[in-house]
T-cell receptor, first 110, second 113 residues
Framework: SQQGEEDPQALSIQEGENATMNCSYK?????LQWYRQNSGRGLVHLIL?????REKHSGRLRVTLDTSKKSSSLLITASRAADTASYFC??????????FGDGTTLTVKP | DVKVTQSSRYLVKRTGEKVFLECVQD?????MFWYRQDPGLGLRLIYF???????EKGDIPEGYSVSREKKERFSLILESASTNQTSMYLC????????????FGAGSRLTVL
C-alpha cells in the first residue's frame, strides 16, 4: 500500500506565482524526500527533510514537515515554465526502502 | 554525466516473450531498485537489492525476477510477459549508509502486445 499521498493531484499556475504541494503519510518515518519528474523521464531528487527537522530550504524550494500531523509541504516560489513537472514525496519507514505517492502534476503557464 | 543507465528507453514485446531490462550505475552504490510506474498508482517497488547476489521482494514482485551478479548491474526479468506488465519501469540506486537518496535512470517504457 502507498505511504504518501500528494494533494492536489494537479495544479496550474501562472509564471511568477508560488506553488504549494502537500503530502500526507501514514506511519512513522525516518525522513521524507521530494522528487521531480519531467514528462516521460526518471525522477530527480530535490530535497530531503529528516524526521527531527521542521523546515528546510534549497534555492526556491521550501519544505516543511509536521510529524504530529504526518504531513509535509513543498513550496516553489516565483515559479517558472521550466518548473512544469510532476512532484512526488517519498517516505523512508525502513532503511534503504522508499515509498512514493501518486504525485502532483504542476503546470506553470508562461 | 549519466549515472544510472537503463539499456532501453522503449520496448515492444509480445505476450509470452521473455524480457530483460538492464540497469547499470557508475556511482558504486550498494542499493539498487526496480519500480514500475502506472497512471493513478504512482511508483510501486518490484524488487530491490542491497548487495551483489542479494535480492528482496518489494510490493509487487509477482511475474518478475531479478539478477545482481555485479555491483553495478541490476537486471529485471519478465519470464513470460503479459499485457498487464505494460508500464514504465524505473531503475534507481542509492548508497547503503545514510538516507535513501535515490538516483534514477531515465526509465524504460515497455509495451506488451
Amino acid at each position: 500500500s502507498q505511504q504518501g499521498e500528494e494533494d492536489p493531484q494537479a495544479l496550474s499556475i501562472q509564471e511568477g506565482e508560488n506553488a504549494t504541494m502537500n503530502c500526507s503519510y501514514k506511519t512513522s518515518i525516518n525522513n521524507l524526500q521530494w522528487y521531480r519528474q519531467n514528462s516521460g523521464r526518471g525522477l530527480v531528487h530535490l530535497i530531503l527533510i529528516r524526521s527531527n527537522e521542521r523546515e528546510k530550504h534549497s534555492g526556491r524550494l521550501r519544505v516543511t514537515l509536521d510529524t504530529s500531523k504526518k504531513s509535509s509541504s513543498l513550496l516553489i516560489t516565483a515559479s517558472r515554465a521550466a518548473d512544469t513537472a510532476s512532484y512526488f514525496c517519498a517516505t523512508d519507514e525502513h532503511a534503504g526502502k522508499s515509498t512514493f505517492g501518486d504525485g502532483t502534476t504542476l503546470t506553470v503557464k508562461p | 554525466d549519466v549515472k544510472v543507465t537503463q539499456s532501453s528507453r522503449y520496448l515492444v514485446k509480445r505476450t509470452g516473450e521473455k524480457v530483460f531490462l538492464e540497469c547499470v550505475q557508475d556511482m558504486d552504490h550498494e542499493n539498487m531498485f526496480w519500480y514500475r510506474q502506472d497512471p493513478g498508482l504512482g511508483l510501486r517497488l518490484i524488487y530491490f537489492s542491497y548487495d551483489v547476489k542479494m535480492k528482496e521482494k518489494g510490493d509487487i514482485p509477482e511475474g518478475y525476477s531479478v539478477s545482481r551478479e555485479k555491483k553495478e548491474r541490476f537486471s529485471l526479468i519478465l519470464e513470460s510477459a503479459s499485457t498487464n506488465q505494460t508500464s514504465m519501469y524505473l531503475c534507481a540506486s542509492s548508497e547503503r549508509s545514510g538516507a535513501n537518496v535515490l538516483t534514477f535512470g531515465a526509465g524504460s517504457r515497455l509495451t506488451v502486445l
